[in-house]
Nanobody
C-alpha cells in the first residue's frame, strides 16, 4: 500500500490560487489511477479530479472544470492540483488517493475504488 502525503493547503482569498502536492513517502509515486477528492464538514467526500498513469485521461468535477488542473512532475515523484480562481465553496480538506484500477474515458472511479489515501491538506477560501 502506498503512503501518500499531501501538502500545499492554506488560507487564501477568493480569486487566489494554490497548488496542492501529493507525494509518496517511498519516493516514486506509482499508480494506475490517482485522484483528488475533497470533503467539507457534514458533507460526503466528493471527486475533484483524476489522472491515469500516462496522464492522457484527466476527468474533472463540473464544479472545478476550467479552474483546476491535475498534473505530474517528470520525475514521477509527485502529482499536483493547480487550483485557480478559488471560491469559498472550494473550502474543504483535500485528499489524494490511488487506485490499482485503470481509469477509462467516461467511466470515473468511485471513492471505494481507491485503496490508498493521504491524511489530507486543508484549503480555506475566504470571501
Amino acid at each position: 500500500q502506498v503512503h501518500l502525503v499531501e501538502s500545499g493547503g492554506g488560507l487564501v482569498q477568493a480569486g487566489d490560487s494554490l497548488r496542492l502536492s501529493c507525494a509518496a513517502s517511498e519516493g516514486i509515486l506509482d499508480f494506475n489511477t490517482l485522484a483528488w477528492f475533497r470533503q467539507s464538514p457534514g458533507k460526503d467526500r466528493e471527486f475533484v479530479a483524476a489522472m491515469n498513469w500516462r496522464g492522457d485521461i484527466t476527468p474533472y468535477a463540473d464544479s472545478v472544470q476550467g479552474r483546476f488542473k491535475i498534473s505530474r512532475n517528470s520525475a514521477k515523484t509527485a502529482v499536483y492540483l493547480q487550483m485557480n480562481d478559488l471560491k469559498p465553496e472550494d473550502t474543504a480538506l483535500y485528499y489524494c488517493a490511488t487506485s490499482t484500477l485503470f481509469l477509462q474515458r467516461g467511466q470515473p472511479l468511485g471513492v471505494r475504488d481507491y485503496a490508498s489515501w493521504g491524511q489530507g491538506t486543508q484549503v480555506t477560501v475566504s470571501s
